[in-house]
């Protein structure tokens, strides 16, 4: 450990303990360990996630109706007011130069102990008319703490905005940072050869550290932004490549033959016609699963485009040659589903997969088990009940695992670990665009499917206001009385002072209440997942008419007689989760409706929803929204965090980086070589489990 004598004596370094930093401590120290820094390098790398450039900011008078502004102002009076529904709003009146705005805050009660008088506050949101010029800011930060401080924005200043946690405020974090920055960059390393950073026009690391922290304009802090943008995009395609090489390294000689037995006589007995993107899908997995490396291949497909039935075909070109295939989904209804279609599809060639659940008996498992330890059972359905040890199989040759990002990367290894090296297809319902699968998947081949089949109904997307609701309700009721089912989609399970949102549970209770002549389910997270299997598998019987429902039900039930989606306060929602959600609809032949009732005026996003069913454009849609870090967060553990790095805007540092990983993998793919090897530490550093996970898939 490093001692305060040591720290005085001047042997700071950049793992030194940001408790020895000057002016920290160790309160302060406990208070920064919950914004993840621990070192004096954690200090350093916690960058701005915004900025405030003086000339976009709004002056208060200024701010118009119907606007979208960002403001700088003190708080020069607040207060909690009571509504008659019993919601309270936080309100705070600010003062710039210019004149005065209302700010308020509907259920945030609870901010009266967060903002004071005197406070100096950046605050950005839609500004209305509600007696007066009104925000309810979608963010706010607090500038400075007291009329005393001196001005945070100086005319013409770049301010950066750094991410705070309770008692450690943003400007308290942005003195600390900048009290140390010049003896923490001189203590930074430059591992990118100097060729390559000039060639692509990056500063120097130290010039890129200084520019994010303390930038002199709008224009010097995104350059800086950049270099480190590309850094991490490198490591990350250093490690990806990397992962692709071991994952497809040789079976052992062992390579399926193309028979054309049993997938010739399913494709025979299919009652429609591949699309061409299937027929494509299946010439890329037929050729990977023929040839001697072994297959790791992500097959993309948009809600209804057939991806089981590619699935089967190579779960079939496995077992004609005689070895076994594990289909694997995260729930129990999904699974049964699964197993329901490949029963229906496998008919006609005689052949019935074997379902493995949790729920079983001990003697049904049992039996299982035993079929797929000699080789009887070719073909299997389970969920996480396929890893236990007490599974083992005769000869496993295919791994398809359904929406993946719901597993572990050691859940995923435990299945697969169960065959000597078997082909791995991983399917994936969440389109994503190329730019971000090549950040998220670049260690797999990748296979699209983005048509549907026929005999899909059309599905109708409205976005309706709040005057116009009990005319969407009839319209619900009007539905169920024809023997149509509906969900309705919450965002909360129970209603809270936080959220004035009508909450799930509230909601059924109210429907129950309101149409008698109609049974109205509920499922939710909280429920026991045989309380909500339950509930999901009497709507799929037709015995639930209405289902309400909070974002379990985004993936894993299909009801062909589910034609109507009612979705509140839609603006909670992501745009690829709402296409995902409306995905559980037309999935029969009649047309279906998905009708987005959002609390407040309907923004340009929902329209643009309402507008496509294209996933993959719903998903560009949502990337420019949302930002990269918040999507590629969402993968499974042991995934990657992208902290720097934009897409689209950055696709061009992701392809070169991918290249120069290509390059560098090429010639030397353990990166030992004496000029890789700080490249190679700044990897494994970045991502420590990395090498040891990819090698499991």
């Known amino acids: 450990m490093v001692s305060r004598t040591q720290r005085v004596a001047g042997t700071l370094r950049l793992d030194t303990a940001v408790k020895f930093l000057k002016g920290i401590g160790e309160r302060r120290a406990e208070q920064l360990e919950r914004l993840g820094i621990r070192t004096a390098r954690d200090l350093l790398w916690h960058l701005p996630h915004r900025y405030i450039d003086a000339s976009t900011v709004t002056p208060l008078v200024r701010a118009e109706v119907g606007q979208e502004v960002a403001c700088v102002g003190r708080v020069v009076a607040k207060g909690v007011l009571p509504t008659r529904r019993g919601l309270r709003i936080f309100h705070a009146v600010l003062r710039d130069e210019s004149g005065v705005l209302e700010c308020v805050w509907p259920g945030q009660a609870f901010l009266d102990r967060t903002i004071a008088v005197g406070q100096t506050l950046l605050v950005s949101g839609p500004v209305r008319f509600y ?3 009104q925000m309810a800011p979608r963010e ?8 005393t401080d001196a001005e945070p924005l100086a005319a013409g200043k770049v301010l950066p ?8 405020s943003h400007k308290v974090v942005r003195g600390l940072v900048d009290r140390h920055l010049d003896a923490l960059i001189a203590l930074s390393e430059d591992v990118l050869p100097e060729s390559l950073r000039r060639s692509l026009a990056l500063p120097a690391l130290p010039e890129a550290l200084r520019a994010v922290h303390r930038p002199g304009t709008a224009a010097e802090a995104e350059q800086g932004r950049r270099r480190l943008a590309f850094d991490e995009l490198l490591d990350l395609q250093l490690m990806l490549i990397r992962a692709r090489t071991v994952a497809k390294r040789s079976r052992s000689g062992v390579a399926f033959t193309l028979r054309r037995d049993l ?8 009652p429609w016609e591949l699309t061409e993107d299937q027929h494509r899908a299946l010439r890329e997995i037929t050729g990977d699963m023929t040839a001697p490396d072994r297959m790791h291949r992500l097959l993309m497909g948009d809600v209804g485009t057939g991806k089981t039935v590619v699935a089967l075909f190579a779960m079939l070109l496995a077992a004609e040659n005689d070895f076994q295939a594990a289909l694997m989904a995260p729930t129990e209804l999904l699974a049964e ?5 490949l029963e229906q599809l496998l008919a006609p060639l005689s052949l019935r997969p074997e379902l493995l659940l949790g729920r079983q008996t001990a ?3 049992q039996a299982i088990r035993a079929r797929l330890s000699t080789g009887q059972a070719r073909l299997v359905v389970g969920t996480h009940a396929l890893m236990q040890e007490s599974v083992s199989f005769h000869r496993l040759g295919l791994v398809v695992i359904d929406e993946q990002h719901r597993f572990g990367v050691e859940q995923r290894a435990a299945l697969i670990g169960k065959g000597a090296a078997p082909d791995v297809l991983l399917l994936t319902a969440t389109p994503i665009p190329r730019s971000l699968a090549l950040t998220l998947y670049g260690d797999l081949d990748v296979s699209t499917l983005r048509h549907r089949p026929p005999g899909r109904g059309l599905v109708r997307t409205a976005v309706r206001t709040g005057g116009q609701r009990e005319r969407v309700m009839e ?11 509906c969900y309705v989609v919450l965002p909360v399970i129970e209603e809270s002072e936080r959220a004035d949102l009508r909450a799930a549970t509230t909601m059924a209770q109210s429907l129950a209440a309101r149409w008698p002549e109609l049974s109205v389910g ?5 429920l026991k997942a045989e309380e909500r299997d339950d509930v999901m598998r009497r709507f799929r019987a037709g015995q639930v008419h209405v289902l309400v429902a909070t974002t379990v039900i985004e993936v894993g039930i299909d009801v062909p007689n589910a034609t109507i989606m009612v979705i509140e306060h839609p603006e909670r929602f992501g745009l690829a989760q709402l296409h995902q959600l409306r995905g559980r609809i037309g999935r029969g032949e009649a047309e279906s409706f998905c009708i987005l009732l959002p609390e407040t005026e309907p923004a340009d996003r929902l329209y643009a929803f309402a507008a496509t069913q294209d996933g993959f454009q719903i998903a560009e849609l949502d990337l420019a929204e949302r930002g990269m870090g918040d999507l590629i967060g969402a993968r499974q553990s042991g995934g990657y965090e992208v902290r720097h790095a934009r897409l689209p805007a950055d696709a061009d540092l992701l392809a070169r980086a991918r290249a120069v990983a290509i390059d560098l993998i090429g010639a030397d793919p353990a990166l030992q070589r004496a000029e890789n090897q700080k490249l190679r530490e700044r990897a494994v550093g970045r991502y420590p489990r990395a090498v040891e996970l990819f090698r499991v898939g």
Not at 263 to 270: A, G, I, K, P
Not at 475 to 485: D, L, S, T
Not at 522 to 526: E, F, Y
């Open 522 to 526: 509920l499922v939710h997270g909280r």
């Open 140 to 147: 706010f930060v607090i500038l400075a703490d007291a009329e």
């Open 475 to 485: 319209f619900v009721r009007a539905e169920g009385a024809k023997g149509r089912q």
């Open 263 to 270: 997938t010739t006589r399913l494709r025979e007995s299919l």
């Open 161 to 168: 905005v750094y991410p705070a946690t309770e008692g450690l």
């Open 337 to 341: 589903q699964h197993a329901a279609t």
């Open 363 to 365: 003697a049904e498992k």
């Open 131 to 133: 007696h007066g010029r």
